[in-house]
């Protein structure tokens, strides 16, 4: 990072950023598709507060949505796309970044 | 934070939650129990694979579908990419081939007796259990993994060097014992998967909208 870098301000993905909604991209990038009870539990987040979340993160192109049917219920399964796997790696190098080199 | 580390152990939470219903022990027995068969009536192969390769793992995952998925959600791992060819894995693959190719001509001569090859089969298959075993630790972070491949190794190993027990009857009852064992082991993750997982009712079924 060169000394003119370190005098811009960090710019941060908000829409990552925010614990819960870090939370659900963290698991859908280790896993290949997962569905809204699977999040629900690994999140521990409520129902409504997950929709709004993942309404938040497909808006922004980051989640790819696909409802299907298992028997008669509809089931929702939710995959990272190529630009939230993207926008996950830059945040994670962001946030390396303003680490690096700190003590401790 | 390593955070490289963080995501493996998602990774391998998510794996464990994979794992808990007990189906992988279940057609690992339904495996194990079967092999005598295969061993012993090789013609029987063709069988082996269109049952327990092309059928039983669709069987299960629609098994999945309606008992499994319901009680704790439903997630698809990232299938293993397959292995680099490399000049060591080419190395290993011929030796295994010169090895069996070896036993089946000393066999097929006389210069090794059918026994002997019966009687270390167990040991073989154990050693051979070790991969799966390695494999499944990696991927859900669990030691425990690697009891059932030593534990095969080393009673593999016990009927290889017991004199007293005839081959014909110790080695297709290792694999059958195993394969019992598995089958139990996986009835009673799932017994406790269902007790401990009641169906989630999701008066929203899980609709999001967006």
Same mark, same amino acid.
């Not at chain 2, 090789?42 to 039983?56: G, K």
């Given at each position: 990072m060169t000394s003119e870098d370190k005098r811009r301000p960090v710019k941060i993905n908000k829409l990552i950023h925010e614990p819960a909604r870090l939370q659900i991209m963290t698991q859908l990038y280790v896993v290949e598709e997962a569905d809204? %009870?699977?999040?629900?539990?690994?999140?521990? %987040?409520?129902?409504g507060? %997950? +929709? +709004?979340?993942i309404s938040k993160l497909e808006d922004a192109g980051y989640l790819e949505v696909t409802k299907e049917f298992l028997g008669k219920k509809p089931h929702t399964v939710l995959k990272i796309s190529a630009s939230g796997r993207k926008a996950l790696e830059d945040y994670r190098k962001v946030i390396n970044n303003i680490f690096e080199g700190a003590p401790g | 934070m390593n955070e490289e580390q963080d995501l493996k152990s998602i990774e391998q939470v998510s794996f464990r939650e994979l794992m808990q219903d007990g189906f992988t022990e279940l057609l690992m027995g339904l495996?194990?129990?079967a092999m005598p068969l295969f061993v012993l009536?090789?013609?029987?192969i063709s069988i082996f694979v269109v049952f327990y390769i092309i059928f039983l793992p669709p069987f299960f995952e629609m098994i999945r579908k309606k008992y499994i998925y319901p009680r704790i959600g439903y997630v698809k791992m990232y299938e293993d990419e397959p292995p680099r060819v490399t000049l060591r894995l080419v190395a290993v693959l011929a030796l295994l081939i010169v090895s069996v190719a070896t036993i089946i001509y000393l066999v097929g001569t006389g210069t090794i007796e059918e026994d002997l090859v019966y009687r270390w089969i167990p040991a073989a298959f154990g050693l051979i259990m070790c991969a799966p075993s390695i494999y499944f630790k990696e991927k859900s972070g669990q030691n425990r993994y690697y009891l059932f491949g030593a534990a095969m190794t080393i009673t593999g190993v016990v009927v290889g060097v017991t004199p007293v027990l005839d081959p014909n009857i110790v080695s297709p009852l290792y694999f059958i014992v195993w394969g019992l064992f598995f089958m139990i082991l996986g009835l009673v993750k799932y017994s406790l998967f269902v007790r401990?997982?009641?169906?989630?009712?999701?008066p929203e079924d899980g609709r999001v909208d967006l």
């Amino acid at each position: 990072m060169t000394s003119e870098d370190k005098r811009r301000p960090v710019k941060i993905n908000k829409l990552i950023h925010e614990p819960a909604r870090l939370q659900i991209m963290t698991q859908l990038y280790v896993v290949e598709e997962a569905d809204f %009870l699977f999040l629900m539990r690994r999140t521990r %987040l409520t129902w409504g507060n %997950l +929709s +709004s979340h993942i309404s938040k993160l497909e808006d922004a192109g980051y989640l790819e949505v696909t409802k299907e049917f298992l028997g008669k219920k509809p089931h929702t399964v939710l995959k990272i796309s190529a630009s939230g796997r993207k926008a996950l790696e830059d945040y994670r190098k962001v946030i390396n970044n303003i680490f690096e080199g700190a003590p401790g | 934070m390593n955070e490289e580390q963080d995501l493996k152990s998602i990774e391998q939470v998510s794996f464990r939650e994979l794992m808990q219903d007990g189906f992988t022990e279940l057609l690992m027995g339904l495996v194990l129990a079967a092999m005598p068969l295969f061993v012993l009536r090789p013609s029987l192969i063709s069988i082996f694979v269109v049952f327990y390769i092309i059928f039983l793992p669709p069987f299960f995952e629609m098994i999945r579908k309606k008992y499994i998925y319901p009680r704790i959600g439903y997630v698809k791992m990232y299938e293993d990419e397959p292995p680099r060819v490399t000049l060591r894995l080419v190395a290993v693959l011929a030796l295994l081939i010169v090895s069996v190719a070896t036993i089946i001509y000393l066999v097929g001569t006389g210069t090794i007796e059918e026994d002997l090859v019966y009687r270390w089969i167990p040991a073989a298959f154990g050693l051979i259990m070790c991969a799966p075993s390695i494999y499944f630790k990696e991927k859900s972070g669990q030691n425990r993994y690697y009891l059932f491949g030593a534990a095969m190794t080393i009673t593999g190993v016990v009927v290889g060097v017991t004199p007293v027990l005839d081959p014909n009857i110790v080695s297709p009852l290792y694999f059958i014992v195993w394969g019992l064992f598995f089958m139990i082991l996986g009835l009673v993750k799932y017994s406790l998967f269902v007790r401990k997982f009641p169906i989630v009712d999701m008066p929203e079924d899980g609709r999001v909208d967006l």
